[in-house]
């Protein structure tokens, strides 16, 4: 009989993602086969499954930390967003058009079925699954069919364990104030709670532990510290998308535009993690810095809006003058397409139907969107040096031109990208490629031969080993006995 428990948060971004990662790798070093699941999520940073299908990067993390395949059912119904106001809604894996928040609210209940049906194929093959909750557990205006928060819960009678990010402060009014306003029928689910981001003395907060615990009558599974390495690990939003600290100093300088729509924007982790590579994030209102050795130009949900904004930022006019000066640039995915003299959206896919738009110009390519996304993943050579990469496409459109017989990868018995005639600009439609250690490794040393790089390290064990840290970090700040005590055997149908 498999056992399920699922995490819920005072709010976005107190660390469900990551506290579900470190305990799946936690239970599953002691033997137990564990599954995650997210019934709902909200990100641009997806990852293709084995299935071939589309999932929050957060759940393939999450996967990966429970050492197994990642599939669609992990994570059932995925909202990328395109706007403000509205988001494309994933459906175990594929795409069932676009909607606006308001339709999106009015018809969320109907997906239910599809969120039931994905976790019942999960739970079929685990001892325990860890549920992941979306943003506040309280969000009492979304309440009526809700089927990410307490609403799933509800469904399966699935026990709760309440996550406090006590780095906001504030934290024993919002547990205390969350428990008080959840319908009684909620409420009884909450099956105890955690604080997370814990900084100081813990001793010094005992008495609000006991106070939390006095007001709601739920136990403290844990008072979980600052994890240090946090920023390590692949970030779910791109808020949470850091740089290099310090000085660049004697570093291969690597400069990344954040735009509004930025996805897949985890193909930057590698690079973040080299010793002596220092990456610099360029957002909105900031000027590229001067001094760059490889401008990357990620992939995006939205192309032709975050190429407009590019414009507008004056990013266009620094990228000129980073390759006046004998600059690289990558482009991957959607930043490939900007690359290009034009992409025309023959669908209507991201605005009119038959609009042209002027790109960057650097590439001799034009990219024609279309209704049909290719979700895949892939394996190949690099064009010019022939090293295994590996990685995954996850993009709509088709993009030809004179550029693209130097292609920049060979895919099977495919080129993909392109490649500027003097070698200094190109793009890919691969993402994931930079996880490839040897490709890195050739790549980063081409760019700037007076950089000395360090011996190459392997990304993959690397964070596998940050899991391992994590999990540590958890079996001593957190109750697991207790948490998988208070667990539910779920019956399938």
Known sequence: MTRAIMFQGTGSDVGKSLLVAGLGRAYSNRGLTVRPFKPQNMSNNAAVTEDGGEIGRAQALQALACRCHTSVHMNPVLLKPESDRGSQVIVQGKSRGSLSAKEYNKRKFNLLPDVLDSFHEIA?????????????????????????????????????????DINRGGVIATLAGIHRILPDEDRRLLAGYCINKFRGDPDLFAAGLAQISEITGLPDVGLVPWFNEASQLPAEDSLGLTGSPGPVGNKLHIAVFVTPGIANFDDIDPLRLERDVHVTLVRKDEVLPGDCDLVILPGSKSTITDLLFFKSQGWDIDLSAHIRRGGHVLGICGGYQMLGKSIVDTFGIEGKMGDEITGLGYLDICTKLGPDKKTIKSSGVHAQSKIPVSGYEIHIGETIGVDCARSFLRLGKSGDGAVSRDGKISGTYLHGLMQSDEFRTHYLKSLNVEVNLSSPYSYDQRIDTLLDSLAAHLETHMNLDLIFNLSRSINSP
């Open 124 to 164: 079929g093959c685990a001892d325990l699954v860890l549920v992941e909750g979306a943003g506040s557990a309280a969000e009492t205006n979304l309440r009526q069919g809700d089927i990410a928060n307490m609403g799933f819960a509800l469904a399966l009678n699935m026990p709760v364990i309440l996550i406090g």
